[in-house]
C-alpha cells in the first residue's frame, strides 16, 4: 500500500495533465469552428450580395436600352418595347431568388438599401412602360438609381468590413456614355 500512496501523486499529476490537455484541445476546436462558421456565413451574405446587385444591374442595363429606343438615353444599342419584354421578365424572374437570398442573409442595413435601389430600378421600368420620351425626368431617375447603388454597396462594404470602394461615377466622353 506505502508503494501506492508513493506514486499516487504522480498518478493525480498524470489525471489532472490528461484533463487539462482535454479541456484545451475542446475549447481550441470550438474556437476554431465558430472562426470557421463565421467565415463560411461571411462568404455565403457576399455571394447573396453580390448576386443581388447583379441581377438587379442586369435590369438596369436592359432599363437603358429601353430608354434609348424612346430618346431619353444614348445607350448604343436601343431595345424596342417589344424586344425588351420578354428580357426584362426574364432578368425579373432571375432576380427574384437573389432578392431572398439578400432577405434570408443580409443585415438589416444592407436589406434596406437594396430595398431602396429597387424601388427607384422598378420606377424606372415604370417610366419606360409608359413610353415616355422625356429625357430630363429620365435623368432624374437616372441619377436617383446610381445614388441607391452607390448606397447599397457602402452598406455592403460597412457590413463586411471592407474598405471603401469607388464610387463607380466616371466621366465617359459623351459619345459613349451610357
Do not use: C
Request: proline fraction near 8%; charged fraction near 25%.
Amino acid at each position: 500500500m506505502s508503494a501506492f500512496i508513493q506514486q499516487l501523486p504522480a498518478l493525480i499529476g498524470v489525471v489532472i495533465g490528461a484533463l487539462g490537455s482535454y479541456v484545451v484541445v475542446v475549447r481550441g476546436d470550438r474556437a476554431r469552428f465558430r472562426r470557421e462558421q463565421a467565415a463560411r456565413w461571411e462568404e455565403r451574405r457576399y455571394a447573396a450580395y453580390a448576386d443581388w446587385a447583379r441581377s438587379l444591374k442586369q435590369t438596369v442595363t436592359l432599363n437603358y436600352r429601353l430608354a434609348a429606343h424612346f430618346g431619353n438615353d444614348p445607350h448604343p444599342h436601343p431595345l424596342s418595347p417589344e424586344e425588351a419584354k420578354p428580357l426584362l421578365a426574364e432578368a425579373q424572374t432571375a432576380r427574384d431568388p437573389h432578392g431572398e437570398a439578400l432577405i434570408l442573409l443580409g443585415s438589416p442595413g444592407v436589406v434596406e438599401k437594396g430595398r431602396e435601389w429597387v424601388v427607384t430600378v422598378l420606377e424606372m421600368e415604370a417610366f419606360l412602360r409608359e413610353g415616355r420620351r422625356d429625357p430630363g425626368g429620365w435623368q432624374a431617375l437616372l441619377d436617383r438609381q446610381r445614388a441607391g447603388r452607390e448606397a447599397y454597396y457602402a452598406a455592403v462594404r460597412q457590413d463586411l468590413a471592407l474598405p471603401p470602394g469607388h464610387s463607380a461615377r466616371w466621366p465617359l466622353p459623351p459619345a459613349a456614355r451610357l
